[in-house]
């Protein structure tokens, strides 16, 4: 597999990339760290991309636990792909793999003006190329699906509708979407609805909650098809498309720059573009 290739696809699996230079071996600097012989020490040079809570250790000491099977030397430099461990008095990541600094895709080599924007733009890149369909637009109602409607009507309960109703039943909603611009995929009409867990369980926490009034970018996934929870839809009412992702839905403000990601994407329509 060609480096660049190979450092793309340990991007999209590590929160945290940085170039840093190691300090010292099965060591740690954070109190508590089981330290074995892939336990370093590193000090971190430049942060490439980041979460907000790592997104200021540049030029700090922070422990790495090393993932994959190459070995570190004091004093080398490299790009470590990573994600957030244990935090506290210090804090330590878990490195998925590193590439030696000299080696690492130009890209990669140097870190961005804003780290934690070159992670939000990441990881909306990774949501536009995963959905279906993708639209702008403003949610104009949200309401729960007529089988369960119907179902308490007749004093049914949802159990004999759906099946056995779990501790991580989803309380599916329907938003009702008016469709300003089609960006990606096919979608003729002037709606879209779209089914989400309303729930607030650990399982939905982080899916999306719409509201009416809200306004942005929507990355829509077929309702008979795709991630956990689809297959579990309602037989009836279940939604053009669903949406189970915190990113499946980006306000028009939102910092992960996803208007210039439609804009340079070969899959936006041309008359795709949206004047918010």
Known sequence: MPASSNAEALAQQARFIFKGTVQKLKAANMPGVPV???????????????????????GQE??????GRK???KGQQAVFYTNGWLFG???????????????????FAMAGDDPVKSLAAREAQA??????????GRVTSVR????????????????????????????????????????????????ATVRFPSSQDVMWHDA????????GFFMLHKADEGAAGVRAALVEDKGDFVALHSGD????????????????????????????
């Open 71 to 73: 070995k570190v030397k």
């Open 208 to 215: 999306p909650k719409f509201q009416p009034g809200q306004e």
């Open 144 to 191: 729960m699906p007529t089988d369960i409607v119907a179902a308490r009507a007749l004093g049914v309960t949802e159990s004999t509708t759906i099946g056995r109703i779990s501790e991580h039943d989803p309380d599916w909603r329907i938003a009702e979407i008016q469709v300003d611009a089609v960006h990606k995929g096919d979608h003729k009409e002037k709606t």
């Open 89 to 107: 008095d210090g804090v330590a990541v878990q490195s998925i793999d590193h590439e030696d600094a000299g080696k690492a895709p130009a890209a």
């Open 249 to 276: 839905f980006q306000p028009f403000d939102h910092p992960s720059g996803i208007r210039e990601l439609l804009a340079s994407s070969p899959d936006t329509p041309s008359s795709g573009a949206n004047d918010h």
């Open 36 to 58: 074995n012989d892939r336990t370093a020490v590193v000090r971190v040079e430049e942060i490439i991309h980041a979460p907000e809570a790592l997104s200021h250790y540049a």
């Open 127 to 136: 949501q536009l190329n995963g959905a279906d369909v993708v639209v702008s």
């Open 62 to 67: 922070i422990t790495v636990q090393l993932g």
